[in-house]
Protein backbone atom coordinates (compact mmCIF):
# COMPACT_ATOMS: atom_id res chain seq x y z
CA UNK A 1 0.00 0.00 0.00
CA UNK A 2 1.44 3.51 -0.83
CA UNK A 3 0.41 6.52 0.17
CA UNK A 4 0.83 9.75 -1.30
CA UNK A 5 -0.02 13.50 -1.43
CA UNK A 6 -2.47 14.41 -3.71
CA UNK A 7 -2.39 17.05 -6.04
CA UNK A 8 -3.71 17.00 -10.02
CA UNK A 9 -6.90 17.15 -11.43
CA UNK A 10 -6.94 13.47 -12.00
CA UNK A 11 -6.41 12.82 -8.27
CA UNK A 12 -9.20 15.22 -6.93
CA UNK A 13 -11.43 13.48 -9.38
CA UNK A 14 -10.49 9.93 -8.33
CA UNK A 15 -11.44 11.14 -4.75
CA UNK A 16 -14.71 12.13 -5.20
CA UNK A 17 -15.41 9.01 -6.85
CA UNK A 18 -14.01 7.31 -3.87
CA UNK A 19 -16.22 9.31 -2.14
CA UNK A 20 -19.42 8.17 -3.58
CA UNK A 21 -18.06 4.40 -3.32
CA UNK A 22 -17.75 4.81 0.58
CA UNK A 23 -20.65 6.94 1.64
CA UNK A 24 -23.18 5.79 -1.07
CA UNK A 25 -24.42 7.59 -4.47
CA UNK A 26 -27.76 9.26 -2.50
CA UNK A 27 -24.55 11.34 -0.83
CA UNK A 28 -23.65 13.43 -3.58
CA UNK A 29 -25.25 16.35 -2.32
CA UNK A 30 -22.62 16.29 0.67
CA UNK A 31 -19.37 15.58 -2.30
CA UNK A 32 -16.34 17.54 -1.77
CA UNK A 33 -16.24 19.19 -5.45
CA UNK A 34 -13.14 19.04 -7.67
CA UNK A 35 -12.90 22.94 -7.67
CA UNK A 36 -12.75 23.09 -3.63
CA UNK A 37 -9.60 19.95 -3.31
CA UNK A 38 -7.89 22.51 -6.21
CA UNK A 39 -8.17 25.47 -3.97
CA UNK A 40 -7.38 24.26 -0.66
CA UNK A 41 -4.66 22.08 -1.60
CA UNK A 42 -3.28 25.38 -3.00
CA UNK A 43 -3.61 26.93 0.41
CA UNK A 44 -2.87 24.26 3.06
CA UNK A 45 -4.75 21.71 2.87
CA UNK A 46 -3.45 17.98 3.18
CA UNK A 47 -5.40 15.35 0.80
CA UNK A 48 -3.86 12.28 1.01
CA UNK A 49 -4.71 9.13 -1.20
CA UNK A 50 -3.91 5.33 -0.65
CA UNK A 51 -3.16 3.03 -3.54
CA UNK A 52 -3.21 -0.67 -3.54
CA UNK A 53 -1.00 -3.12 -5.73
CA UNK A 54 -2.72 -2.47 -9.02
CA UNK A 55 -2.51 0.99 -8.41
CA UNK A 56 -6.06 1.94 -7.23
CA UNK A 57 -7.19 4.55 -5.12
CA UNK A 58 -8.36 3.04 -1.75
CA UNK A 59 -8.60 5.56 0.76
CA UNK A 60 -8.39 9.07 1.64
CA UNK A 61 -7.89 11.59 3.87
CA UNK A 62 -8.47 15.26 3.81
CA UNK A 63 -8.05 18.24 6.17
CA UNK A 64 -8.41 21.73 5.92
CA UNK A 65 -5.92 24.67 7.77
CA UNK A 66 -8.39 26.84 9.93
CA UNK A 67 -8.09 28.93 13.29
CA UNK A 68 -8.92 27.66 16.78
CA UNK A 69 -8.90 30.72 18.84
CA UNK A 70 -6.51 32.31 16.56
CA UNK A 71 -4.22 29.48 16.67
CA UNK A 72 -3.81 27.77 13.28
CA UNK A 73 -4.55 24.30 12.89
CA UNK A 74 -5.59 21.68 10.69
CA UNK A 75 -9.88 20.63 10.35
CA UNK A 76 -9.99 16.65 9.18
CA UNK A 77 -13.02 17.13 6.78
CA UNK A 78 -13.46 13.47 5.51
CA UNK A 79 -11.11 9.92 5.85
CA UNK A 80 -13.13 7.14 3.65
CA UNK A 81 -11.84 3.75 3.19
CA UNK A 82 -13.13 0.89 0.49
CA UNK A 83 -14.73 -1.75 2.79
CA UNK A 84 -12.37 -4.68 1.91
CA UNK A 85 -9.16 -2.40 3.12
CA UNK A 86 -11.26 -0.88 6.49
CA UNK A 87 -10.05 -3.64 8.69
CA UNK A 88 -6.74 -3.65 7.90
CA UNK A 89 -5.29 -0.66 9.59
CA UNK A 90 -5.84 1.44 6.65
CA UNK A 91 -7.15 4.19 8.38
CA UNK A 92 -4.49 4.47 11.07
CA UNK A 93 -2.23 4.74 8.50
CA UNK A 94 -3.71 7.53 6.90
CA UNK A 95 -4.11 9.72 9.98
CA UNK A 96 -0.75 9.02 11.39
CA UNK A 97 0.17 10.34 7.53
CA UNK A 98 -2.05 13.34 8.25
CA UNK A 99 -0.11 14.14 11.48
CA UNK A 100 3.32 13.97 9.69
CA UNK A 101 2.04 16.72 7.26
CA UNK A 102 0.42 18.47 10.03
CA UNK A 103 3.53 18.53 12.28
CA UNK A 104 5.84 19.53 9.61
CA UNK A 105 3.59 22.55 8.99
CA UNK A 106 4.48 23.39 12.38
CA UNK A 107 1.44 22.87 13.33
CA UNK A 108 0.16 20.37 16.72
CA UNK A 109 -3.29 20.45 16.61
CA UNK A 110 -6.08 17.93 13.83
CA UNK A 111 -9.94 18.18 14.74
CA UNK A 112 -12.79 16.58 13.67
CA UNK A 113 -16.14 15.51 14.45
CA UNK A 114 -17.63 12.09 15.19
CA UNK A 115 -20.85 10.42 15.53
CA UNK A 116 -20.57 9.73 19.49
CA UNK A 117 -22.83 6.95 19.44
CA UNK A 118 -20.76 4.79 16.98
CA UNK A 119 -18.81 2.97 18.77
CA UNK A 120 -16.01 1.42 16.43
CA UNK A 121 -14.78 5.06 15.50
CA UNK A 122 -14.78 5.64 19.36
CA UNK A 123 -12.51 3.17 20.22
CA UNK A 124 -9.90 4.34 16.91
CA UNK A 125 -10.21 7.76 18.20
CA UNK A 126 -9.46 7.26 21.82
CA UNK A 127 -7.73 4.04 22.08
CA UNK A 128 -5.23 4.20 18.55
CA UNK A 129 -4.88 7.84 18.47
CA UNK A 130 -5.00 9.86 21.72
CA UNK A 131 -7.75 12.36 21.17
CA UNK A 132 -10.04 14.15 23.95
CA UNK A 133 -12.85 15.92 23.92
CA UNK A 134 -14.32 18.98 25.29
CA UNK A 135 -16.98 19.77 22.66
CA UNK A 136 -20.48 18.72 21.61
CA UNK A 137 -22.54 20.24 18.40
CA UNK A 138 -26.34 19.37 17.94
CA UNK A 139 -27.39 18.65 14.65
CA UNK A 140 -24.18 20.50 12.87
CA UNK A 141 -24.82 18.94 10.07
CA UNK A 142 -28.42 19.35 9.20
CA UNK A 143 -30.14 16.55 7.49
CA UNK A 144 -27.62 14.31 5.77
CA UNK A 145 -28.10 12.94 2.39
CA UNK A 146 -25.90 9.57 3.34
CA UNK A 147 -28.33 6.35 3.60
CA UNK A 148 -26.11 5.54 6.52
CA UNK A 149 -27.29 8.18 8.46
CA UNK A 150 -31.08 7.33 8.21
CA UNK A 151 -31.88 11.06 8.44
CA UNK A 152 -31.53 10.98 12.33
CA UNK A 153 -29.82 14.52 13.60
CA UNK A 154 -26.38 14.56 12.62
CA UNK A 155 -25.07 15.48 16.69
CA UNK A 156 -21.44 15.07 16.56
CA UNK A 157 -18.25 15.26 19.24
CA UNK A 158 -15.40 17.61 18.41
CA UNK A 159 -12.56 15.18 18.50
CA UNK A 160 -8.79 16.86 19.33
CA UNK A 161 -5.71 15.25 18.56
CA UNK A 162 -3.14 17.33 19.83
CA UNK A 163 -0.41 15.71 17.99
CA UNK A 164 2.62 16.21 20.27
CA UNK A 165 1.32 15.63 23.57
CA UNK A 166 2.98 12.71 25.69
CA UNK A 167 -0.28 10.78 25.69
CA UNK A 168 -0.35 10.65 21.97
CA UNK A 169 3.12 9.77 21.66
CA UNK A 170 2.47 6.90 23.79
CA UNK A 171 -1.02 6.18 21.99
CA UNK A 172 0.36 6.09 18.32
CA UNK A 173 3.64 4.91 19.30
CA UNK A 174 1.98 1.54 20.59
CA UNK A 175 2.58 1.97 24.64
CA UNK A 176 -0.93 2.06 25.25
CA UNK A 177 -2.08 -0.90 23.91
CA UNK A 178 -5.45 -0.32 21.97
CA UNK A 179 -8.61 -2.53 23.50
CA UNK A 180 -6.81 -2.56 26.79
CA UNK A 181 -10.14 -1.79 29.14
CA UNK A 182 -8.79 1.03 31.53
CA UNK A 183 -11.98 1.45 33.76
CA UNK A 184 -10.87 4.21 36.30
CA UNK A 185 -11.66 2.95 40.33
CA UNK A 186 -14.97 4.99 41.44
CA UNK A 187 -16.01 5.96 38.37
CA UNK A 188 -19.40 5.92 38.38
CA UNK A 189 -21.91 5.21 35.45
CA UNK A 190 -24.52 7.53 34.72
CA UNK A 191 -27.08 5.66 32.70
CA UNK A 192 -26.87 1.87 32.90
CA UNK A 193 -28.89 0.42 29.77
CA UNK A 194 -32.41 -1.36 29.48
CA UNK A 195 -32.64 -4.46 27.11
CA UNK A 196 -35.60 -4.01 24.87
CA UNK A 197 -35.74 -6.80 22.93
CA UNK A 198 -33.01 -7.52 20.89
CA UNK A 199 -31.54 -3.79 21.67
CA UNK A 200 -30.62 -2.04 24.22
CA UNK A 201 -32.41 0.92 25.33
CA UNK A 202 -31.16 4.40 27.05
CA UNK A 203 -31.79 4.79 31.01
CA UNK A 204 -34.64 7.13 32.21
CA UNK A 205 -33.05 10.61 32.89
CA UNK A 206 -31.44 11.66 35.84
CA UNK A 207 -29.30 13.78 37.67
CA UNK A 208 -25.54 13.58 37.19
CA UNK A 209 -23.96 12.38 40.14
CA UNK A 210 -20.95 14.35 41.67
CA UNK A 211 -18.20 12.55 40.93
CA UNK A 212 -14.24 12.74 39.66
CA UNK A 213 -14.96 9.98 36.47
CA UNK A 214 -18.16 9.48 34.96
CA UNK A 215 -18.85 6.89 32.25
CA UNK A 216 -21.44 7.18 29.76
CA UNK A 217 -22.85 4.24 28.05
CA UNK A 218 -23.62 4.05 24.18
CA UNK A 219 -25.41 0.85 22.33
CA UNK A 220 -23.80 -1.29 20.28
CA UNK A 221 -25.01 -1.09 16.35
CA UNK A 222 -25.71 1.98 16.39
CA UNK A 223 -25.82 2.19 12.31
CA UNK A 224 -28.44 -1.27 12.44
CA UNK A 225 -29.94 0.37 15.05
CA UNK A 226 -30.90 3.60 12.53
CA UNK A 227 -31.88 1.44 9.94
CA UNK A 228 -33.92 -1.09 11.95
CA UNK A 229 -35.25 0.37 15.02
CA UNK A 230 -35.13 4.23 14.21
CA UNK A 231 -37.37 5.77 17.01
CA UNK A 232 -35.03 3.66 19.60
CA UNK A 233 -32.19 5.09 17.49
CA UNK A 234 -33.44 9.14 18.06
CA UNK A 235 -34.15 7.70 21.87
CA UNK A 236 -30.47 7.30 22.15
CA UNK A 237 -29.34 10.94 20.17
CA UNK A 238 -31.57 12.79 22.62
CA UNK A 239 -30.75 10.92 25.62
CA UNK A 240 -27.02 11.15 25.36
CA UNK A 241 -27.28 14.51 24.18
CA UNK A 242 -28.64 15.70 27.59
CA UNK A 243 -25.67 13.45 29.08
CA UNK A 244 -22.67 14.92 26.86
CA UNK A 245 -23.74 18.28 27.17
CA UNK A 246 -24.72 18.47 30.97
CA UNK A 247 -20.97 16.64 31.49
CA UNK A 248 -19.46 19.20 29.36
CA UNK A 249 -21.04 21.97 30.95
CA UNK A 250 -20.37 21.11 34.56
CA UNK A 251 -15.84 21.11 33.34
CA UNK A 252 -15.49 17.57 32.46
CA UNK A 253 -13.80 16.45 29.48
CA UNK A 254 -14.03 13.37 27.84
CA UNK A 255 -10.56 11.41 27.92
CA UNK A 256 -11.32 7.88 26.75
CA UNK A 257 -13.43 5.20 25.45
CA UNK A 258 -14.00 1.03 26.53
CA UNK A 259 -15.03 -1.22 24.13
CA UNK A 260 -16.97 -4.33 24.76
CA UNK A 261 -14.99 -7.04 22.36
CA UNK A 262 -18.83 -8.70 22.27
CA UNK A 263 -21.47 -6.54 21.89
CA UNK A 264 -18.86 -3.75 20.43
CA UNK A 265 -21.13 -1.37 22.80
CA UNK A 266 -19.40 0.97 25.17
CA UNK A 267 -18.30 3.29 27.91
CA UNK A 268 -17.26 6.80 27.35
CA UNK A 269 -14.70 8.16 30.53
CA UNK A 270 -15.60 11.17 31.62
CA UNK A 271 -12.89 13.19 34.08
CA UNK A 272 -13.78 16.67 35.91
CA UNK A 273 -9.96 17.41 36.53
CA UNK A 274 -7.91 15.59 33.88
CA UNK A 275 -4.24 15.87 33.54
CA UNK A 276 -3.62 17.88 30.89
CA UNK A 277 -0.55 16.94 28.75
CA UNK A 278 -0.78 19.41 25.47
Not at 178 to 196: E, F, I, K, M, S
Request: with cysteine; net charge neutral; glycine share 8%.
Amino acid sequence: MVIRDLSTLDDFRNVVALEIDVWGAEATADVVPVPIFVVTVKRGAILLGAYDATGRMVGFAYSLPGLKQGRPMQWSHMLGVTEPHRAGGLGLRLKLAQRERTLAQGLDLIEWTYDPLQAVNAHFNFSKLGVVVEEYLVNVYGDSSSPLHAGAPTDRFVAQWWLRSPHVERTVGGHIEPGNVRRPAGAVLVNPPVRQGDWQAPAPAAPLPDAPTLLVAIPPRFTDMLQQAPDLAHDWRLATRDLFSSCLSRGYRVVDFLLDPVTKGGLYVAARSPQDER
